[in-house]
């Protein structure tokens, strides 16, 4: 199985989700977890990563709602060991 190395950023953002229970919101190329803004490509770094799953979608505003899932969690526990 490959190694996956996760970006400082894409642990904060995870950490964020995490500690503070947030949700990362994203529409029209826009992302945000509470108010601090997400690059697009950190969003589908993530995904990609299995590290966030879509929580919900909303066909009125075209709106994402993902969560940190226990692959994600996972990865912070990695993450933090290896700190």
């Known amino acids: 199985m490959q190694q996956l190395d996760l970006t400082r950023r894409q642990i904060q953002i995870l950490r964020m989700m995490r500690d503070?229970?947030?949700e990362l919101v994203y529409s029209k190329g826009e992302a945000y977890v509470g108010y601090e803004?997400?690059?697009p490509r950190?969003?589908?770094?993530?995904i990609r990563a299995m590290a966030i799953s879509m929580d919900q979608f909303s066909e009125l505003g075209k709106c994402e709602r993902y969560t940190i899932n226990e692959t994600g969690l996972e990865l912070l526990r990695k993450a933090d060991a290896a700190a």
Do not use: K
């Open 20 to 22: 503070e229970d947030e």
């Open 37 to 39: 803004h997400i690059a």
């Open 42 to 46: 950190t969003v589908f770094a993530l």
